[in-house]
């Protein structure tokens, strides 16, 4: 039986002892009521407060001392020991009807995240969205659903917790997007210089020898070689040949042409992006000037070529041809030309041979498609 310590004074008529202390007296409370069954507590009515200031036996429940009249203390709530505040983690495999508010929703990094967002929050069947074809399906649904799969997942301290690390994924996913945007811009705008460089180097490490079956030694012949390049022209403005001054006149449209002595070359729609690139000295003082076109095709094709066969008395052309490559090597023997247009996956070789021009082994005839003139 526990007992219960209550000062009280030594005399209740003079409250106190003969020393003028108090004294303590240990109490116990009654006995329960005989017959009381079961393991529960005993009933309030078995138990006895007692006063604070006297020492006297109050019921229970009552509010004042029935000795001296002062009040009775009042029993003490029991004193909770949880921290304030504090809230259970949130264990795996808890239903759908204990999800707090706020868990659904849309993820964006777990769309755009997806395999990489599965590992981090333990939703192993996110993993799917490697798998080649459905892999986007998987990133879309795990968009949708992917924030009550990481709830469910369990290894949150709250609903706060589980949102401030969603944002993250968030922020990152849409962050590492936007890189990859961006270095994609920059490698579209990039990638055409850097193709037109190897271009330039498949032509450079082109060695000359190459050629020399093409335009074998001839006696009274010397080799002549050298590079060209459209958007760096050399020429003189206005070329004296054997028909007459051969330059670009601005027309009354503000267009400009190719005459030669006055006269248009050429009328049709890409004459006005035709101009000479070099020339070359024949036998008996004719002449073949290398022609570009450029800018007439919009973006499909930067430039193509085409030759003036130049005499005293008449001007021909050849048909164009070309790779879009605006430049290349050249080399001459006596009346034959050849030349070396960078193309993807090495160059190509154009002769210019008695009028005709022979492209990678095959004669180019002229039509309606590849006329200058048109």
């Known amino acids: 039986m526990k007992y219960r310590a209550a000062r009280r004074s030594a005399s209740p008529s003079h409250g106190k002892s003969r020393h003028g202390e108090d004294s303590i007296v240990f109490l116990a409370p009654t006995s329960p009521t005989i017959g009381h069954s079961g393991s529960g507590p005993p009933s309030s009515s078995g138990m006895h407060m007692f006063c604070t200031s006297c020492g006297a036996q109050a019921a229970a429940g009552s509010a004042f001392c029935s000795q001296c009249g002062k009040p009775l203390a009042a029993a003490q709530p029991a004193v909770s020991l949880d921290k304030a505040g504090s809230q259970p983690m949130w264990r795996p495999g808890q239903m759908d009807d204990e999800m707090p508010d706020g868990v659904k929703g849309w993820s964006w990094g777990a769309f755009l995240l997806n395999w990489i967002w599965a590992i981090g929050n333990r939703t192993w069947i996110g993993l799917l969205a490697i798998i080649p074809y459905v892999g986007f399906?998987?990133?879309?649904?795990?968009?949708?659903?992917?924030?009550?799969?990481?709830?469910?997942?369990?290894?949150?301290?709250?609903?706060?917790?589980?949102?401030?690390?969603?944002?993250?994924?968030?922020?990152?996913?849409?962050?590492?997007?936007?890189?990859?945007?961006?270095?994609?811009?920059?490698?579209?705008?990039?990638?055409?210089?850097?193709?037109?460089?190897?271009?330039?180097?498949?032509?450079?490490?082109?060695?000359?020898?190459?050629?020399?079956?093409?335009?074998?030694?001839?006696?009274?012949?010397?080799?002549?070689?050298?590079?060209?390049?459209?958007?760096?022209?050399?020429?003189?403005?206005?070329?004296?040949?054997?028909?007459?001054?051969?330059?670009?006149?601005?027309?009354?449209?503000?267009?400009?042409?190719?005459?030669?002595?006055?006269?248009?070359?050429?009328?049709?729609?890409?004459?006005?992006?035709?101009?000479?690139?070099?020339?070359?000295?024949?036998?008996?003082?004719?002449?073949?000037?290398?022609?570009?076109?450029?800018?007439?095709?919009?973006?499909?094709?930067?430039?193509?070529?085409?030759?003036?066969?130049?005499?005293?008395?008449?001007?021909?052309?050849?048909?164009?041809?070309?790779?879009?490559?605006?430049?290349?090597?050249?080399?001459?023997?006596?009346?034959?030309?050849?030349?070396?247009?960078?193309?993807?996956?090495?160059?190509s070789q154009v002769l210019l041979r008695n009028g005709e021009v022979i492209e990678d082994g095959r004669t180019i005839t002229l039509d309606k498609l590849n006329d200058p003139a048109r």
């Not at 609903?159 to 890189?179: A, D, K, P």
């Not at 050298?226 to 051969?246: H, K, P, Q, Y």
């Open 137 to 347: 399906l998987v990133a879309i649904w795990l968009g949708f659903k992917g924030r009550e799969m990481a709830w469910r997942a369990g290894g949150w301290q709250n609903l706060e917790h589980f949102n401030r690390v969603q944002r993250n994924w968030s922020r990152w996913g849409v962050g590492i997007v936007l890189v990859m945007f961006v270095f994609g811009i920059v490698a579209a705008v990039l990638a055409p210089a850097h193709m037109a460089d190897e271009r330039t180097g498949a032509a450079d490490s082109m060695a000359y020898d190459d050629f020399d079956d093409i335009l074998p030694a001839t006696p009274g012949t010397r080799l002549e070689g050298g590079r060209f390049n459209s958007d760096a022209v050399s020429l003189s403005a206005a070329l004296n040949t054997s028909a007459g001054i051969l330059k670009r006149t601005k027309g009354a449209d503000g267009s400009y042409r190719m005459t030669v002595s006055g006269t248009p070359l050429f009328k049709g729609e890409d004459a006005q992006w035709q101009f000479p690139v070099r020339s070359f000295n024949q036998s008996n003082g004719r002449e073949a000037i290398l022609m570009a076109s450029s800018g007439g095709r919009g973006n499909s094709c930067d430039t193509l070529f085409f030759f003036l066969l130049v005499d005293a008395d008449r001007i021909n052309n050849t048909p164009l041809f070309g790779t879009c490559a605006a430049q290349g090597r050249y080399r001459q023997r006596g009346d034959t030309i050849a030349l070396e247009l960078p193309k993807t996956g090495g160059v």
